[in-house]
């Protein structure tokens, strides 16, 4: 897509992880960050990606999450940071794939080949986004794409069956991670409030 890509920070640990499709591409953030001169390069375009630059990125990624910033915070994390609290979390967020784009689309498109079958190029970033899954130590798994939970079941639980009390488990290491699979909590086809609240019961019976 010809874009610099997601970068993280070293995660939270012990907390409700939220697992996402992809970073979305955000205009309006990106012409934001560019007039306030707090980096000299461009998101469109192919960059030789220096550690200054990858720490630029790191540094904007971190502060999307901050209930300062009115754009994403608003849009996107609030409601995370807001469903965390209420049950009982502090929370992290990874996406499955690194590429920064919105259209859900145009993701497809970079991660299938023939039908929906994940070609080398998703594979490579899905073993990348589990390490990273890994080293957040979670107490629970909230993923929270269709699509990302689709393609989360069959690489990650591998046909399990629900179990008594309604979830899933993620391996990692010895432990096994509590784990719930839904559609979008913000947006569009956000869940709604009755649902969403159920949801945060359902979690807060594991967290407690």
């Excluded at 007039?35 to 630059?53: A, G, S």
């Excluded at 994940?118 to 629970?140: C, D, G, M, W, Y």
Aim: proline share 2%; hydrophobic share 35%.
């Amino acid at each position: 897509m010809n874009r610099i890509p997601l970068f993280y920070s070293k995660p939270k640990k012990d907390c409700l992880l939220y697992v996402g499709l992809n970073p979305s591409f955000n205009e309006k953030f990106i012409t934001k960050i560019e007039q306030e001169n707090k980096i000299n390069f461009n998101w469109k375009r192919d960059y030789h990606l220096t550690n200054k630059i990858i720490e630029n990125i790191v540094e904007i990624e971190s502060g999307v999450k901050d209930e300062n910033n009115k754009i994403f915070y608003k849009s996107y994390f609030g409601r995370l940071s807001r469903f965390a609290q209420k049950v009982g979390c502090n929370y992290e967020h990874v996406d499955i794939f690194f590429v920064r784009e919105t259209n859900q689309t145009e993701v497809k498109k970079v991660i299938f080949d023939k039908g929906e079958s994940l070609n080398e190029f998703a594979k490579a970033q899905i073993k990348l986004s589990f390490k990273i899954i890994e080293q957040t130590k979670p107490r629970v798994i909230l993923v929270i794409n269709a699509l990302a939970s689709k393609i989360y079941y069959n690489e990650f639980l591998h046909n399990q069956n629900i179990n008594e009390n309604g979830y899933y488990f993620t391996n990692i290491g010895r432990r096994k991670i509590p784990t719930f699979l839904s559609g979008m909590l913000t947006g569009q086809r956000a869940l709604d409030n009755y649902s969403l609240e159920r949801l945060g019961w359902h979690i807060k019976q594991v967290t407690d």
